[in-house]
């Protein structure tokens, strides 16, 4: 085949593609489906589960997630009213310290995945803020809930908060986070989040 | 004689006319204690109360009234004003007293006192800098929970 027709068949797919992946990325149902899938094709990916392959397998499964949430906002709006007092070098090691307790929380879940089927029930969206609400439907038949809610930047959509059951997760995080500080001090709570974040 | 029995006749009738605006006076004063008791007890607002209303959409308020108190840390700062289904989900609105402020990344979630009590609104309050404008949406919003439907899975969920 000479170049010239390779380059004209090559072109319009390009096009296509071009068009497509902006409009692709501005949708915050594609979003969550694409992160969902990506997590999905890891857990259930059967070089990955080999004992020694556990640790990659984990790293891999922390970045598809770490692309898709905002940990900046969900520990900013878990932490709440206490966030505000805290230095940027404190707002640092918490937002760190957050996310590894989200995730450390979160992996155990996604690693006992058995073929548990994902439905994309439909999206709201309203300005900068959207909701996607998923059903996981377990092998038994039970069904069980999940919204995620999103914010957008930079005309990407992001994960700040997650509800399961109609309980969200930054909810639930706030008022623990609350009565933890209003018995005692900062310091102590981002002592037990290090206890549990090392704790494995 | 025409003369006294016209005298009588008014004297009467002033009598008559006493008793009758002491029973008058009597009777409207019981009722404005009544009505002053209804809207108290009822929690009704007929003069608009100062202070302002914020709407949120729930997906389920399960049996949420209108009239029942909204909460910050268990102490009740509002109420439910309204409660309609707009689009099949709750649109509620709920009024707070003047210069209390909800922070715009607020929660508003809709809980049970005890097992079987009654519902009412609490809200979490956010950390943002920005506020709730009169009259606008408190995004955050957490249905109720159904808790038997949660027993129920949390029982006959493990074999």
Redesign the interface.
Known sequence: MSPAPLIRSIVPVFLIVAMALPVLAADPMDEIKQTTDKMLSIVTNPAFKTPSQTEEREKLIRQAVDERFDWDEMA??S??????KRTVEERKEFVRLFADLVERTYMKKVEDYSGEKVLYEGETK?GD?ASVRVKIVTK?G?DIPVEY?LKKEKEDWFVY?V?I????L??NY??QF?SILSQSSYENLVKRLREKVELK | MKMFNEHGIRGRAMKKFDLELAVGLFIIAGIVCLGYLSIKLGKLEIVGERGYEINGVFSNVGGLKAGAGVEIAGVTVGRVKTITLKNYQAYVVLSFPKGLKIQEDAIASIKTRGLIGEKYVDITPGGSEKDIEPGGRIRETQPAIDIEELISKFVFGKI
Not at chain 1, 79 to 84: E, G, K, P, S
């Open positions: 900013r709006r932490l709440a009213i206490h966030w505000a309203e803020y038994r039970e809610r908060d509800s059951e109609g309980v969200s930054v909810n706030r008022t609350n």
